[in-house]
């Protein structure tokens, strides 16, 4: 039983169904990793929009970068079949490392979130910090990407180079 189903029932007693009436449930739509987390990166985006006048220039700059560089790595994580430790970091990142710093500036009082105050500056910090950690991981995904293709080459020349030795012995 899903836990939607589970809730409802907790609030609308036991279900009953005749022969006449038996509940047709839709098929479930499994949603891959991948589209899960483009999924989580669209609400983050969401709330950054929807929260803007709330947020100094500075952050709303840097959180569209960031957006921007998280999208790009998510493409990239697909195409290259990214590791399960980059894909675990790219989950946090979108799913609470942005989102936990925001909520708590955006609790800050109207005065506390000024261009130039101290905790915009904090913030925007953290959010250099993992700017450049997202740099790191796309660096880490197109280095898979080259060591794999290397990998391949050697696989080629080994499979398909001509052979050293012939039957003459030459």
Request: charged letters at 25%; proline letters at 4%.
């Amino acid at each position: 039983m899903a836990f939607g189903k589970f809730v409802d029932s907790l609030f609308k007693g036991p279900a009953t169904t005749d022969a006449h009436s038996a509940a047709v449930e839709p098929a479930a739509v499994v949603e891959s990793e991948d589209e899960a987390t483009r999924r989580a990166l669209d609400q983050l985006r969401a709330a950054v929009r929807s929260s803007g006048g709330e947020l100094p220039t500075l952050l709303t700059s840097r959180l569209a970068q960031i957006d921007d560089l998280l999208r790009r790595v998510i493409e990239m994580v697909a195409a290259q079949n990214a590791s399960t430790e980059q894909r675990v970091l790219l989950d946090a990142m979108i799913r609470d490392y942005l989102p936990t710093p925001l909520r708590a500036y955006l609790a800050l009082p109207e005065a506390e979130r000024t261009n130039t105050s101290a905790a915009t500056l904090q913030f925007s910090a953290q959010l250099g910090i993992l700017e450049e950690t997202i740099g790191d991981l796309l660096n880490q995904i197109r280095i898979g990407a080259i060591a794999e293709l290397s990998t391949h080459g050697r696989f080629l020349a080994d499979k398909f180079a001509a052979p050293t030795l012939t039957l003459d012995g030459r």
